[in-house]
């Protein structure tokens, strides 16, 4: 079964740092890959999201860098913020219906 | 515009008792999932419809679980009889076929004595 590896499992960052958080993928055909952020409590949200016809997308503090190459794209946050603080997942689509696999999850915790 | 409803938001019961959760998805929406997260196996779908059509239910663990969407704007995820290794949050999301970003409900935090 495919699978989607995630890290790091945690990431404590200082206020005004940059967080970066990986992610793998297996063999797929298809394209759209979303991180999703989610807070204690609630469900996961959609964050932003990339289709691997471009190397990057970026929305405001947040950015996808994909290498289809490489089956790797990761998440930068700029100038990290404590309310950035959750838990962030990638995940990757499994066929043409919405089937997605997420990864395992990145705990972020930015310091004061 | 409403999100994605979840009921209950909590619920505790006892071992062998059978539990009902429900979804009210995004109206429009004709996908509908169900998740399971635990600390142990991270986010886990366990099924999910197409326009009211179960499409893929081998992430459903054992035959004491069950789900059904009766219609568009309803689905139920039952367990019966339940165990405590069933204590879980369970997520309810929705989409739009072809994809498109899930909308997730809050969860039911669920836990079984």
């Known amino acids: 079964q495919q699978q989607v590896k995630q890290s790091p499992q945690s990431l404590i960052v200082q206020k005004g740092g940059i967080s970066i958080i990986n992610c793998a993928y297996e063999?797929?055909?298809?394209?759209?890959f979303p991180w999703y952020q989610q807070f204690p409590g609630k469900g996961p949200a959609l964050l932003i999201a990339?289709?691997?016809?471009?190397s990057e997308k970026k929305e405001g503090r947040f950015t996808i860098s994909f290498n289809k190459s490489a089956k790797q794209f990761s998440l930068h946050i700029m100038d990290s913020q404590p309310g950035d603080s959750a838990t962030y997942f990638c995940?990757?689509?499994?066929?043409?219906?919405?089937?997605?696999?997420f990864g395992k999850g990145t705990r972020l915790h930015i310091l004061p | 515009d409403a999100g994605v409803i979840q009921s209950p938001r909590h619920e505790v019961t006892e071992m062998g008792q059978e539990v009902t959760l429900r979804c009210k998805p995004i109206?429009?929406?004709?996908?509908l999932f169900w998740y399971r997260q635990t600390m142990m196996r991270g986010l886990e779908l366990l099924i999910y419809?197409?326009?009211?059509?179960?499409?893929?239910d081998s992430g459903m663990p054992e035959d004491r679980f069950s789900a059904k969407m009766p219609n568009a704007s309803f689905s139920t995820l039952k367990i019966q009889p339940s165990e405590p290794r069933d204590s879980a949050v369970y997520f309810c999301?929705?989409?739009?076929?072809?994809?498109?970003?899930?909308?997730f409900g809050d969860g039911t935090r669920l836990s079984i004595l």
């Open positions: 990339i289709r691997p016809d471009v």
């Open positions: 109206s429009g929406h004709n996908s």
């Open positions: 419809f197409n326009n009211n059509v179960p499409i893929d």
């Open positions: 995940a990757a689509p499994m066929n043409r219906d919405d089937k997605i696999i």
């Open positions: 063999n797929t055909a298809f394209d759209y």
């Open positions: 999301a929705s989409s739009f076929i072809g994809n498109q970003p899930q909308h």
